[in-house]
């Protein structure tokens, strides 16, 4: 390393720490922490619930998730589920789009523990 990199470095490191301060701060209150944690699970929700209407309900009617002889007995086998229709149907959702309706699909109908 330079002489002119060893100079540098550490004032560049100095800038990062205190651009990033405020954020660390703000994000260790737990109040704050609570408002976000909401806010995405929201978000999660109404990802979850748009995908759903635009891609389930095309082949599945609700009673489905709620029939007596439903294949889906816990969150894990839900998730699979759901994943399977993302694979076998090339619907190309990311996972993260696939745990959102899988997470949907459980809090509306299925209550299973996850």
Known sequence: MSNES????PTLLATVVLALSPSLV???DAANGEVLYHEVEIEKTIHGEAHTD??????HDSS?????QRKVTTFAKLEAFV???NTNLDVGW???D?????SYLNKEY?????
């Open 26 to 28: 703000s994000a260790g």
């Open 6 to 9: 060893k100079r540098i470095l």
């Open 64 to 68: 489905l998730y709620m029939s007596e």
């Open 110 to 114: 299925y209550k299973f523990e996850e």
């Open 54 to 59: 635009a891609n389930c309900e095309t082949c």
């Open 83 to 85: 994943e399977g229709c």
């Open 98 to 102: 696939v745990a959102d309706v899988a």
């Open 94 to 96: 990311f996972p993260e």
